[in-house]
């Protein structure tokens, strides 16, 4: 399975910006997720789509991010509002077939990742 992430670029802060993952297909069921890395730090759980059932989110964007799926077009949303200068990261996606709950926010329970998208947000 392939990812490529894209929709990243320079916001001001309050802004939205939605990324997509496109997925190399077969990937319906799969759990995607969403992870980001800021300068200086560790990489970070953002949100996920459990097997297309349910998602998850960090505490730190919930209200604010929605991860959203469409199948037909292989592809995973990530539509971020209300954007922060703390939001500024490197997103990437990534995926997994055989996840389980408990796991959904570790990075090392996905097998598959994109090369990651910019976001910016200036205030």
């Known amino acids: 399975v392939q990812l490529q992430a894209s929709g990243g670029g320079l916001v001001q802060a309050g802004d939205s910006l939605t990324l997509s993952c496109l997925t190399s297909?077969?990937?319906?069921?799969?759990?995607i997720a969403w992870f980001r890395q800021a300068p200086g730090k560790d990489r970070e759980f953002v949100a996920a789509?459990?097997?297309?059932?349910?998602?998850y989110y960090s505490d730190s964007v919930k209200g604010r991010f929605t991860i959203s799926r469409d199948n037909a077009k292989n592809t995973v949303y990530l539509q971020m509002n209300s954007l922060q200068t703390e939001d500024s990261a490197v997103y990437y996606c990534?995926?997994?077939?055989?996840?389980?709950?408990?796991?959904?926010?570790?990075?090392?329970?996905?097998?598959?990742w994109g090369q990651g998208t910019l976001v910016t947000v200036s205030s």
């Open positions: 990534a995926a997994s077939s055989t996840i389980i709950l408990s796991s959904v926010r570790r990075q090392d329970a996905y097998s598959y």
């Open positions: 297909g077969g990937t319906s069921s799969w759990s």
């Open positions: 789509s459990f097997r297309g059932v349910r998602a």
